[in-house]
């Protein structure tokens, strides 16, 4: 299994939609988890980070599943600036930060 | 708002040569990263830096690679003996001290193609 594991997509989505992007988790000792968007040829940039209680920030909702090691993004009513690749990245019982391969949103008009 | 600045933008060197990248992480920032990315590939962790050492590194890591901070703001890669492989983006991250540590919350720079040729 790899260390984190995300559908590459791409997702093509129509504006207004709501959007959910999974990823999945080997190391059960695992701490930390985010979310990062990265434009193309961009750097990645911090979405927001996700707690055992779930989160939300706006339009965004990020929710933790340790017992299925499983993290989730929701982005509601997606505007065509969503469009973007998505990171999920774990942090595990050592200071290493592991990225997914990261999924492709397409926001279409 | 504070950021990450990296230099230069575009680093374009000889198989064999040494290079240095170079990072401004922000200022209040405590602990120190690098990250590369080979194109149309993931995110790879290099290397932690953390009290003018290095925390964790990773496999790619390897005696090729060195960091360094010589002063108060900057922070350092540097690649010896480049090899076509080591053509990437490479990002420095920053991310401030908490009571228990580093926050882990990274703010990356826009960072550094390197080219190998």
């Known amino acids: 299994r790899k260390e984190v594991e995300q559908d590459p997509g791409p997702f093509n989505v129509p504006e207004g939609a709501t959007v959910a992007f999974n990823c999945t988790y080997s190391?059960?000792?695992?701490?930390?988890f985010f979310w990062y968007r990265q434009d193309c040829r961009k750097e990645p940039k911090l979405l927001m980070s996700?707690?055992?209680s779930g989160n939300e920030d706006g339009r965004f909702t990020a929710q933790l599943n340790r017992a299925s090691q499983y993290i989730s993004l929701l982005i509601r009513d997606s505007k065509l600036s969503d469009s973007a690749t998505y990171l999920c990245?774990?942090?595990?019982?050592?200071?290493?930060?592991?990225f997914g391969k990261g999924t492709r949103l397409h926001i279409l008009p | 708002e504070p950021e990450v600045t990296q230099t230069p933008s575009h680093q374009v060197t000889q198989m064999g040569q040494e290079v240095i990248l170079r990072c401004v992480p922000i200022?209040?920032?405590?602990?120190f990263y690098w990250y590369r990315q080979i194109l149309g590939q993931k995110v790879e962790f290099l290397v932690s830096f953390y009290n003018n050492e290095i925390s964790e590194k990773s496999e790619i890591f390897d005696d090729q690679f060195s960091v360094e901070r010589p002063d108060g703001s900057n922070f350092t890669l540097k690649i010896r003996s480049t090899k076509l492989e080591d053509s990437a983006m490479y990002f420095c991250a920053s991310s401030e001290p908490t009571y228990s540590g580093s926050s882990y919350e990274q703010y990356f720079g826009p960072g550094t193609r390197l080219t190998v040729t």
């Open positions: 190391n059960s000792a695992s701490q930390s």
């Open positions: 990245v774990v942090k595990g019982g050592d200071d290493k930060i592991i």
């Open positions: 200022s209040n920032h405590l602990y």
């Open positions: 996700v707690y055992s």
